[in-house]
T-cell receptor, first 115, second 112 residues
């Protein structure tokens, strides 16, 4: 069965410095992987997704993630953090095939951006 | 077009009462999911509807929880005899033919 591990429950960076949010997954076959963001009192928003095309995936707001099969990782990065990036980030793997798909969620990483 | 909507946005109820939470998915989306998010936690899968197939109820935590989806569109999640541990944000998502799920804003349930 698939599982997702977000290695840091909380990350704090200074504005303008790089962001790295780590995610490892386990999957019995080629997975689909996602990053979602949840701002305070807002709904969940898809940042980016990997579905077996290019291993480097670019998302919204300057975020990107690289799928590394050998490391079973899908870390989220951004070159320069902005105050508005402060939010909860979830790494997600899609389980199942065809119409029988469920998402398996990591526990989330809270990103704080300091001025 | 309109996204996924949920109502009410907030619900406060007394322990032992029944509550109904509503989800309107994106028009034309065949799959609908309910999740629960407790304070500081990730999302907990509850139930999944796909077209006319029997729903996947494997995530429902107890028989006090049930859901239905009428006409392949609107869904209602019902919690009977609410308990304080049911307090959480209940999220609905819909999907069409891709893996991407689109989420509603959620219903914050508080059981006193």
């Amino acid at each position: 069965a698939q599982s997702v591990t977000q290695l840091d429950s909380h990350v704090s960076v200074s504005e303008g410095t790089p962001v790295l949010l780590r995610c490892n997954y386990s999957s019995s076959y080629s997975p689909s992987l996602f990053w979602y963001v949840q701002h305070p009192n807002k709904g969940l928003q898809l940042l980016l997704k990997y579905t077996s095309a290019a291993t480097l995936v670019k998302g919204i707001n300057g975020f990107e993630a690289e799928f590394k099969k050998s490391e079973t990782s899908f870390h989220l990065t951004k070159p320069s953090a902005h105050m508005s990036d402060a939010a909860e980030y979830f790494c997600v793997v899609s389980e199942g095939a065809g119409n029988n798909r469920k998402l398996i969620w990591g526990l989330g990483t809270s990103l704080a951006v300091n001025p | 077009g309109a996204g996924v909507s949920q109502s009410p946005s907030n619900k406060v109820t007394e322990k032992g009462k029944d509550v109904e939470l509503r989800c309107d998915p994106i028009s034309g989306h065949t799959a609908l999911y309910w999740y629960r998010q407790s304070l500081g936690q990730g999302l907990e899968f509850l139930i999944y509807f796909q077209g006319n197939s029997a729903p996947d109820k494997s995530g429902l935590p107890s028989d006090r929880f049930s859901a239905e989806r009428t006409g392949g569109s609107v869904s209602t999640l019902t919690i009977q005899r609410t308990q304080q541990e049911d307090s959480a944000v209940y999220l609905c998502a819909s999907r069409h033919n891709t893996d991407t799920q689109y989420f509603g804003p959620g219903t914050r349930l508080t059981v006193l």
